[in-house]
């Protein structure tokens, strides 16, 4: 049988967060992350097992039509010799990494894509930002859109604007390295002692329990702002074109203490410079979508790139931002999405070169996902080599009214159903779920289940048509990638102001001091990063969620990703009942199975804490 578009294998590989997607036209068939197989965090090698995933999609040895390079290899080596030649002798210290990547992308590289396709002519690469691009507005639900692209850097873009029309996309701006939104919200990660590419986002959490207070500092000495969003960098400030630090000691000095090493208490000097620079990101993101919309004419905007995932900067873009109507973001803004992007471009592209049907042309997504899945029996046999008891069901309307109940007594529950999310988030088929009410299920689940801080929030994932009803602001968020604020008649406890009051500032002691009925769930600031969720979304999530509320009255529950500090969410049945096996968690629902802990033997029991994870 003919395929009715073109079948294209997009990669992503050399940095950070590698992935493969694959798409026929505008469908996307499959995606994933390299380290939900490799079980290395952020894996950045050249992606062959999630490869091998995508391509067993299809039937048959010559099933794809093309193989799509999420950037320009050439345009890349250009920007990071031009930097490393510019920078001489104070940049000698990055030599052997430089090295290192022009080896990865002039031999490794070649090598990896022609072993893949022997065929030169079947071989394409996108840009990086286009790729970003791509990847939020193909799969948007709109016909005409702003897109607005914004992380660390690509090629030379680290900040791109594009009109999307039909199955068109142009570029309209760009600001190019080393002025760059990402680097800049990096260093600060840096700075407060969190690590680069994977705890901006704690930085983002940590916000919330500080005063914006150095902002004027920020601008006034690191970032020189207009009023179209558009920026420059005072680099004498900033490491990264010379060092393998995104900072250096005149940064340290400006802020008058040097950088926090990750072992020390976060004061409350940290805590302001994260509500500062949050600040001053919400700030830029939102003139910067105004001046997208401006220039495109458009009352749409889509998002991608790494400073996507910042949910806090979205939602206040999305409230501020005039003459905006809707916004889509891309569930995997970062690095793995451009996978995604390239094969889309790529795919659209070649259909309506060899005039495809139109129809194959766009195709809005409506889920994530696009990852694994297990056959029952796949499930069956990784129980039995953990050696671990468990019951089988019969009925999935049985298996979720015991879940169901299960929460309702307080277990701590890791899910595992269906095929795997695409992205940073969990959104129900990896995830841990729990009751969001008990103020001590944050401390608990962070720190007998994820072994990481106990101050840092949860989401909460509750059924679309009660969202309205408990938050405030952007209550449609299916992808978790908004903040919505709960209302007034849900809050309880102190507030953050007269816990300073009182001299408390302990980020654990002013997390747990302030909340709101669904504790679990709520930030110091009374946000919670908002999961929707409905019956065409996700059956079997949103029928457990309904059958909860049936007990409790509570129509939502604590949702964070399957895995521990230091490892990627959990991928396949084996990687689930390790983890469950390893940690405090109470049960494992995975499949049409039920795993108790209590029913366990008692060595399985005893190793439940013991394991030592490495540290993210």
């Known amino acids: 049988m003919t395929r009715p578009g073109k079948s294209v294998l997009g990669i992503s590989a050399h940095f950070h967060d590698s992935a493969a997607a694959l798409v026929n036209g505008a ?19 050249f992606p062959v097992n999630a490869i091998k995933y995508c391509r067993d999609q299809l039937p048959g040895e010559d099933n794809i039509d093309a193989i799509a390079y999420y950037e320009n290899p050439a345009e890349k080596l250009d920007r990071i010799v031009c930097n490393a030649v510019a920078n001489y002798p104070r940049g000698s210290l990055i030599w052997p990494q430089t090295l290192q990547t022009i080896n990865e992308l002039n031999s490794s590289l070649p090598r990896e894509l022609l072993k893949l396709q022997p065929d030169p002519s079947k071989i394409f690469f996108t840009t990086h930002h286009r790729a970003h691009a791509a990847s939020a507005y193909f799969p948007s639900p709109f016909d005409q859109a702003a897109v607005l692209v914004v992380d660390g850097v690509g090629e030379w873009n680290s900040t791109t604007i594009w009109n999307g029309e039909g199955h068109r996309l142009t570029p309209v701006d760009e600001i190019r390295f080393p002025h760059s939104l990402g680097l800049f919200y990096s260093a600060f990660t840096q700075y407060c002692g969190f690590k680069v590419n994977s705890g901006e986002y704690k930085l ?38 010379t060092s393998f630090s995104t900072i250096n000691p005149l940064f340290e000095d400006l802020f008058g203490r040097p950088a926090r090493d990750e072992s020390e208490p976060l004061s409350k000097h940290f805590m302001d410079v994260a509500a500062s620079v949050q600040a001053i990101t919400n700030e ?43 916004i889509w973001i891309q569930p995997a803004a970062g690095d793995a999405g451009g996978a995604l992007g390239a094969a889309l471009d790529v ?14 042309q766009r195709a809005a997504m409506t889920h994530s996902y696009f990852g694994p899945q297990y056959q029952i029996t796949q499930i069956e046999h990784a129980l039995k080599r953990h050696k671990l008891v468990y019951e089988k069901f019969d009925r999935d309307a049985d298996l979720i009214d015991d879940i169901a109940k299960l929460l309702s007594e307080g277990n701590i529950v890791g899910h595992f159903d269906g095929r ?13 779920l729990a009751d969001p009410r008990p103020k001590d299920m944050l401390s608990k ?18 059924l679309d048509q009660f969202a309205d009803k408990y938050f405030s602001g952007p209550t449609q968020s299916p992808y978790m990638l908004l903040v919505a604020s709960i209302k007034p ?11 300073r009051a009182k001299g408390v500032f302990e980020v654990e002691k002013l997390q747990n001091g302030v909340g709101s009925k669904f504790g679990a769930t709520t930030h110091v600031d009374y946000t919670s990063r908002l999961q929707t969720v409905n019956k065409k979304s996700n059956r079997r999530l949103a029928e457990i969620i309904e059958q909860f509320a049936n007990l409790t009255d509570c129509p939502m529950l604590l949702n964070t990703s399957f895995n521990v500090r230091g490892e990627p969410i959990v991928c396949s049945p084996d990687d689930a009942a390790r983890c469950f ?13 039920l795993v108790r802990k209590e029913n366990q033997s008692a060595e399985i029991k005893a190793r439940a804490g013991k394991v030592s994870f490495n540290a993210d």
């Open 445 to 462: 689940v962070n720190l007998k289940i994820k072994f990481r801080e106990g101050w840092r929030p949860f989401a909460p994932i509750i």
């Open 204 to 241: 983002m959490g940590l916000a919330p329990f500080g005063d914006p207070v150095l902002t004027s500092k920020i601008r006034n000495e690191v970032i020189d702002l207009r009023p179209d969003g558009s920026f420059r960098l005072n680099l004498e400030l900033f490491g990264f074109r």
């Open 284 to 326: 830029v993101m939102t003139a910067l979508a105004a001046t997208a919309l401006r220039k495109t004419g458009k009352k749409n905007l889509c998002l991608a790139g790494g400073v996507a995932l910042n949910c806090v900067a979205n939602s206040h873009l999305l409230q501020s931002s005039k003459g905006l109507e809707k």
């Open 27 to 45: 469908e996307i068939l499959a995606a994933v992350q390299e380290e939900r197989f490799s079980r290395k965090k952020g894996d950045w090698r």
């Open 420 to 432: 795997m999310e695409f992205g940073p988030r969990a959104l129900g088929n990896r995830s841990i």
């Open 347 to 360: 795919a659209i592209s070649l259909s309506e070169r060899d005039d495809t049907t139109a129809s194959n």
């Open 581 to 593: 096996i390893n940690t405090d968690m109470d049960v494992l629902a995975i499949g049409p199975f």
């Open 489 to 499: 008649e849900y809050r309880v406890g102190e507030t953050l102001s007269s816990l």
